[in-house]
């Protein structure tokens, strides 16, 4: 029977050369579900554990994390397994090679095929994607899933909606199994870190948009994609976990090989994949599960804490310890007042003076008289001595923890030895075989994270202040590398990095995530009216319930919005100006055009940009550095130095031929030039007259836009602005006389 | 169009399927995670185990009895111990170890009972036999079996059954040593008549799977005698085997069925709602309550019925959690409570095992997970099954 599989791999490859067109393999495939395991996350979370483990190894309620996730392709009928390891792969591939159940020749493992995939130079999920996109395993609908994940949920219905999805239309290329945790505060929820936000319609379930947003981050606006508000109704997310089951079809593949620089499945792919909805015209769909069933990833050490909690809850049944799932587990729910909840495995012995509840203990594990133990998993063969205090911790195999002491909220990984009257605050990570040594007094803060080996894998200096005389063991220190950037306060990782949710200590600014921003060409009439229309529709209950953390607040964002495009449009426009060779000023336009796409900016927000870069090269050629040029000839230079330049103004910066427009650019010119420090105003004025005139010149701006902005009531708001208009009394009044001759013999100088 | 949805969860079904191609180890696995995961669960559990054992006596090694009875016993109470909050699997294994034990002893004392008519043959009786070799070192003729209880009966539940509930033999028990087994001389059976042995055994188990399968329908016979015409029955949770009764009821009788379940799914979808939609086409009227409301339906209640999960030696029994609530509730209210159960899910124990006679469900199906603070603040301990002492029950119905 085992025999056939040996072959499936060899032939999936030869097969699969063009994977995007590998329709009649699809068909043929079809009944066989396949599943990718991403067994490694390219992240340090859980170190100093995984520094010695992969997380998927680490035992969560005392049965490594991978087990579940087999256990729960298994029990979805998955048939071909392929997992991608990084780190420590060869651990993995042992664990699975000794596993009577996983191992692939053996006749129990469920699966018909389990294939180890390595990739050697592999830095991110993204390279992960890649690679399987080049070997063309894969036949027809696959599923993507972590190797850190728990769950339930039963996928032949989720599965057959995304199939006939996919009939309807081809390009709905994946769903996406996401959990609602509720409304409310939920621990699920505040151990994610980051808040992932989702934009659904929810009539087909189809995701629009995606959105990262964490406490960390100085601004607080999500920003909306105009298009979504024609949406007839849209639900915006945020209590959604994300458990990483993603049904795909090759096509994700496909779109993974296409986007060379996407690292991240979520943040950057789906988010990628989403913003460019109308390019690619890929679908991607979401299944809500709200309740009954399970779903999570132990993808943080908060997270691990909430699952091991939810396991003991039972949340997460029939994946629960009295189920036995591991080959050799013999747990038992114990009855018996003063154990009540717990479960113990064979051979367990607890003293009979002791409270042990809601806990999960090992084999050959003992536990001393007078000991509490509540809320906590202990692995096998560990001993607790008397008197010892253990409260929601988790507590590996072979640990040892003396006489008196007291554990609470840590995890304590194999090997440990805690010796006498040890206090072990809350947060603490104590690795493999660290010793504390009688009566250390860890610190509360920083938050103890102990360990023998220092993050590059080195022994560590043992640290006798921190654990004793008798101690093993020194602070674990996070290697601060190049990586600067990622370092900095904003970054997200901070919090996940913790076994505790704490903001204490970070530099978190005072608003909460309260402003949902909507673009800045979009007035709040705009939204006003979509959920006018939503409430027509009659759906607006979901969406309000769902937005109450979020408040439209127009302005603010608008200001952030623009700020950001304007001062790199700025930037480099002034950039190309100043560039001392005659090149063409296209490539600055196309860059121009590229940074309005990308940030949408308005008519006047990029009229706004131009005029500042003109006024402030104009402005900067008067200055001695610069040549000190009287402002005739410093207008003259600055918009004709350049070939395109002024097309350029005609067409982007004005814009239509309308007195409007020209008007509204004049005056863009007006404030530019005020907000040149080393201008004083009278100069200035100057200036501004012979840009005008020079633009007057070249056709750029007519009688009739100059005379707009000349009785425009915005021109003379204060002092300042009336001194620099009052500089072009002349020119306007010249204007206002102006023959039609003069007009002709000044058009030539068009051509240049 | 709408594609035939791929099931792509394992279930029974499929196993069932591949029980022929697949290595017994296989089976057994497969089996066993299905019960872990419950994707397997009820009725069908009993039936699943007496296949699988008809695979074991089918495709393992055995030479003599002994070797046989240790095959079965072990893959037996692998089976018990992965579900134990399913006693019915550990009556299945119970009866094919009796059954073997029963057609070994035949063919031992065939000598003894060899002048025995052969009219005492029950059904399952060598007829069907291909006897073909005659134990060469015994010469003798047919083996017959045990002719003792055998002429008691005139229906085919085998014999082992009464054994089983009369001895209650500690031999018998799943979880016991098996020791004791081998101190009767069964082993001197020949290894010629393994053959026939592992025919005959095989046809025994085919019998009990036919007994299981029909018990439904054997208890749904009684059904117009229980149910009377303008009854208001109450139905706890029903499970297949009252569902069967019900709609057999239906056909001849016009009576209100009240159903009970434990909590409203969230969903809002009506509970039992195929149920519902048979009983109305029968023109019966079905009302849905909660648990919690049901002492204020009693007085007008006639009777209650529910479906046990295993029946245990005291008489007590084992089913969906809320049966107590219902059973005590008739109790006070001196009405009948029926309890419907096969004969397959009479248990030679006690109630002994607090843990697992409660067996823990999803906790989500009580509560929300969605639900941040509930999830915090609370324990959940969500009993999907609870006993039910005798003084509670007051008729049982079987298959008998």
Redesign the interface.
């Known amino acids: 029977?085992s025999s056939k599989h040996g072959g499936r791999g060899g032939g999936g490859a030869s097969k699969g050369k063009k994977p995007a067109k590998a329709g009649a393999a699809e068909e043929k495939r079809?009944?066989a579900?396949q599943a990718v395991i991403l067994a490694d996350s390219f992240q340090d979370r859980f170190r100093p554990f995984t520094l010695e483990t992969p997380r998927c190894l680490l035992p969560l309620a005392n049965t490594p994390i991978i087990e579940y996730t087999l256990?729960y392709l298994?029990?979805?009928?998955?048939q071909e397994v392929f997992i991608y390891c990084g780190a420590h792969s060869e651990k993995i591939e042992t664990y699975i090679h000794d596993s009577a159940?996983w191992n692939p020749s053996s006749?129990?493992c469920?699966f018909t095929s389990l294939e180890f995939i390595r990739v050697s130079d592999a830095n991110s999920i993204g390279d992960f994607l890649r690679d399987l996109d080049k070997r063309g395993l894969i036949g027809g609908d696959f599923l993507l899933v972590h190797g850190d994940l728990v769950a339930?949920i039963?996928?032949?219905d989720a599965?057959?909606r995304h199939?006939?999805r996919r009939?309807a239309n081809r390009d709905a290329c994946m769903t996406m199994i996401l959990?609602?945790?509720?409304v409310?505060?939920?621990?699920?929820?505040r151990a994610r870190g980051i808040t992932p936000t989702f934009v659904i319609d929810p009539t087909s379930g189809r995701c629009l948009q995606y959105e990262e947003v964490h406490p960390l981050q100085s601004d607080h606006y999500l920003e909306l994609d105009p298009a979504i508000l024609k949406m007839p109704e849209f639900e915006i997310r945020s209590?959604l976990v994300d458990c990483g089951i993603d049904i795909c079809t090759p096509d994700v593949l496909a779109l993974w090989s296409e986007s060379f620089d996407y690292e991240l499945p979520r943040k950057n792919f789906l988010h990628g994949v989403l913003k460019d909805w109308e390019l690619n015209g890929k679908l991607i769909h979401t299944e809500i599960i709200?309740?009954?069933?399970?779903a999570a990833r132990a993808s943080n050490l908060q997270m691990y804490d909430c699952l091991s909690q939810?396991i003991l809850?039972?949340?997460t049944?029939?994946y629960?310890p009295?189920?036995?799932?591991l080959h050799g587990q013999t747990y038992?729910?114990?009855?018996d007042g003063a154990r009540s909840?717990s479960c113990f495995e064979e051979g367990v012995l607890v003293a009979k003076k002791s409270k042990v509840s809601?806990s999960v203990l090992g084999r050959g594990t003992e536990v001393g008289s007078g000991t509490v133990v509540s809320k906590s998993i202990i692995g096998r063969n560990c001993r607790i001595g008397k008197n010892v205090r253990i409260e929601n911790s988790y507590i590996w195999d072979d640990v040892t923890i003396e006489d008196g002491s007291s554990v609470i909220r840590s995890i304590l990984a194999s090997g440990a030895v805690i010796g006498k009257d040890c206090q072990i605050p809350p947060g603490s990570l104590i690795s493999y075989g660290v010793q504390l040594g009688e009566g250390t007094q860890l610190p509360a803060k920083p938050i103890p994270v102990i360990s023998l080996l220092t993050h590059d894998g080195e022994p560590a200096k043992t640290d006798v202040s921190l654990v004793g005389e008798k101690g093993q063991g020194a602070f674990y220190e996070e290697a601060v590398d190049e990586d600067d950037e990622d370092a900095d306060e904003t970054d997200p990782s901070v919090l996940q990095k913790s076994l505790l949710y704490s903001l204490d200590g970070l530099n978190l600014s005072s608003s909460s995530i309260s402003t949902l921003a909507s673009h800045d060409s979009m007035d709040s009439d705009d939204i006003d009216s979509q959920i006018t229309s939503l409430q027509g529709a009659g759906d607006v209950t979901p969406v309000r319930s769902r937005l109450s953390s979020f408040a439209s607040d127009d302005g603010a964002a608008a200001a952030i919005k623009s700020d950001a495009f304007h001062g790199d449009a700025v930037h480099g426009l002034l950039d190309a100006l100043r560039a001392d060779d005659n090149g063409d000023f296209d490539s600055a336009k196309l860059e121009f055009m590229g940074l309005r796409l990308a940030n949408n900016a308005s008519d006047s927000s990029m009229r706004r940009a131009i005029a500042v870069a003109f006024a402030r090269r104009a402005a900067e050629l008067l200055t001695p550095e610069h040549g000190g040029l009287e402002p005739t000839k410093a207008a003259e230079q600055a918009f004709s130095s350049k070939k395109g330049a002024v097309k350029f103004i005609k067409e982007v910066g004005v814009g239509a031929e309308k007195a409007d427009n020209q008007a509204e650019f004049a005056l863009a010119l007006q404030k530019a030039l005020l907000g040149v420090k080393s201008l004083e105003n009278a100069r200035a004025g100057a200036l501004l007259a012979a840009m005008l005139q020079k633009l007057y010149s070249l056709d750029v701006l007519e009688e009739d836009g100059i005379i707009a902005w000349w009785e425009d009531k915005r021109a003379s708001g204060s002092d300042s602005m009336d001194k620099i208009k009052e500089k072009c009394r002349v020119l306007v009044e010249w204007l206002e006389n102006a023959d039609e001759e003069d007009s002709e013999e000044e058009s030539e100088e068009d051509d240049e | 169009?709408?594609?035939a949805?791929?099931?792509?969860?394992?279930s029974w079904e499929k196993l069932e399927k591949a029980l022929k191609t697949?290595?017994l180890?296989?089976s057994i696995?497969?089996l066993i995670?299905l019960l872990?995961?419950?994707?397997l669960h009820g009725d069908a559990c009993a039936d699943a185990t007496a296949s699988i054992l008809r695979q074991v006596v089918a495709k393992s090694k055995w030479h003599d009895v002994d070797d046989l009875l240790v095959q079965v016993q072990k893959a037996g109470s692998r089976l018990a111990q992965?579900a134990p909050h399913e006693p019915v699997i550990g009556n299945v294994v119970r009866r094919v170890m009796g059954l073997i034990r029963d057609e070994a002893t035949e063919s031992r004392n065939a000598d003894d009972f060899g002048s025995e008519s052969a009219s005492d043959i029950q059904s399952l009786a060598p007829a069907t036999n291909p006897l073909v070799p005659v134990p060469t070192t015994r010469p003798g003729p047919t083996p017959i079996r045990l002719p003792t209880l055998a002429s008691t009966t005139s229906f085919h539940v085998s014999k082992s059954m009464f054994n089983l509930l009369s001895i209650a033999d500690p031999a018998d028990s799943v979880a016991g040593s098996f020791m004791t087994g081998t101190s009767t001389p069964i082993s001197q059976a020949q290894p010629a008549s393994v053959h026939a042995l592992r025919g005959e055994v095989m046809d025994g188990i085919d019998e009990i799977i036919d007994e299981i399968s029909q018990a439904d329908d054997q208890i749904a016979s009684f059904a117009d005698i229980q149910i009377h015409p303008g009854d208001f029955v109450l139905v706890h949770q029903p499970t297949p085997t009252v569902e069967k009764f019900l709609v057999r009821a239906a056909a001849k009788r016009r009576f209100t069925v009240l159903i009970s379940s434990l909590s409203p799914p969230?969903?809002g979808e009506v509970p039992y709602a195929a149920l519902r939609k048979k009983l109305s086409a029968a023109g019966i009227r079905t009302i849905n309550l909660a648990t919690n409301g049901l002492m204020a339906y009693m007085p007008k209640v006639n009777k209650v019925i529910f479906g046990a999960r295993a029946v245990y030696q005291n008489g007590g029994l084992l089913a969906d959690s809320g049966a107590y609530t219902a059973a005590r509730a008739a109790h006070e209210s001196s009405k009948p409570v029926i309890v419907l159960s096969g004969i397959f899910k009479f248990c030679p124990e006690d109630p002994s095992d607090?843990?697992s006679k409660?067996e823990?469900?999803?906790?989500?199906?009580t509560v929300?997970?969605?639900?941040?603070?509930t999830?915090?603040a609370i324990?959940?301990?969500?009993t999907v099954a609870e006993y039910v002492p005798p003084n509670l029950v007051d008729v049982y119905l079987t298959n008998l």
Not at chain 1, 184 to 189: D, I, L, V
Not at chain 1, 322 to 325: D, R
Not at chain 1, 332 to 335: G, M, S
Not at chain 2, 36 to 39: F, G, I, S
């Open positions: 029977m079809e009944d579900l256990e298994a029990s979805a009928g998955v159940r006749i129990l469920p339930n039963p996928l032949d599965l057959a199939r006939a009939e959990r609602s945790a509720g409310e505060e939920h621990r699920a929820k209590d709200e309740d009954r069933c399970y939810d809850g039972g949340w049944f029939p629960v009295g189920n036995n799932f038992k729910r114990v009855k909840g809601k | 169009m709408a594609p949805r791929t099931i792509y969860a394992p697949q290595p180890e296989a696995e497969a995670f872990k995961r419950r994707q992965a969230q969903t607090e843990a409660h823990l469900g999803n906790s989500s199906s929300s997970y969605a639900d941040g603070s999830v915090d324990e959940i301990e969500n």
